[in-house]
């Protein structure tokens, strides 16, 4: 389990061969990337800046793995965060699952990001040409969470 | 003593990032320490909003939850990461 909340860009393919590098008897890995985009809710946007709560941030994402890994036979998993300014085009996450075979890395893969994105202290405030605004949260975002509570 | 946080659309609507209660013994729960913060009047209002997240040493939980003294805790709107 590797969990990185850095200001720093990182390589999403050199993570993702990381990830299978390590073991060889992983069958699959499964790789998310999320990006910033430049537009968001009808306006352009310029770039973000991503606050987060420190020491909270790294407990909740390691809370978040280690419930993936209770659920699934995963061999890794690793989940990089950026925190800081971020420019259009840039990856802000990095969820990579690895697993025997690849229900269960892709599975897990999306379980961790539908947690991370109701869980996690982030807050990410846009900049638009109207001025800087704060993302307001999404119902979608929720219910997407909530689908693994049913099992 | 406790110790508390505000974070984002919070911290900058009470220009304030934290501070320190001395009072601990006056709050049985997490609620009846907002309900404390909104009796301030003004600016404190946005912690009424529906929508609140909280937590106590760094773990989400409800407004239910118990407080003691030497707890950490955080008002934050929802959260919008990843």
């Known amino acids: 389990m590797n969990i990185r909340v ?27 990337v999320g990006y910033v985009r430049d537009f968001n809710e009808g306006r352009e946007v310029g ?12 407990k909740s994402l390691g809370k978040i793995a280690e419930e993936a890994g209770q659920r699934w036979p995963l061999l890794n998993i ?16 990095f969820v990579g699952t690895s ?8 599975d897990a893969c999306a379980f961790v990001m539908d947690y991370l994105k109701t869980r ?18 999404r119902c979608s975002d929720q219910a997407a969470a909530e689908r693994w509570q049913k099992d | 003593m406790i110790r508390v946080q505000y974070f984002a659309r919070y ?43 909280c937590a ?5 939980c409800s407004l239910a939850e118990p407080l003691a003294e030497g707890d950490e805790v955080a008002f934050f709107p929802t959260v919008t990461g990843g």
């Not at chain 1, 850095?6 to 050199?14: E, I, K, R, V």
């Not at chain 2, 729960?29 to 009424?48: E, I, N, S």
């Open chain 1, 47 to 58: 770039g973000m800046f991503l606050e987060h709560f420190p020491g909270m941030t790294e």
């Open chain 1, 78 to 93: 690793e989940i990089i965060h950026r925190v800081g300014r971020l420019e259009p085009g840039e990856p802000i996450v």
């Open chain 1, 120 to 137: 996690a202290p982030f807050w990410k405030k846009e900049d638009t040409a109207e001025g800087q605004r704060w993302v307001e949260g």
């Open chain 1, 6 to 32: 850095q200001t720093l860009a990182f390589d999403p393919g050199a993570e993702l061969n990381a990830l299978h590098a390590a073991n060889l008897g992983i069958g699959a890995v499964v790789g998310f």
């Open chain 2, 11 to 53: 911290r900058e609507a009470l220009g304030l990032d934290g501070e320190q209660l001395n009072n601990a013994e006056d709050f049985a729960t997490l609620d009846d320490l907002r309900q404390h913060l909104l009796a301030r009047g003004g600016v404190w209002a946005v912690l009424a909003e529906q929508n609140l997240m």
């Open chain 1, 99 to 106: 697993s025997a075979h690849r229900q269960a890395a892709f």
């Open chain 2, 56 to 60: 106590r040493n760094q773990e989400l």
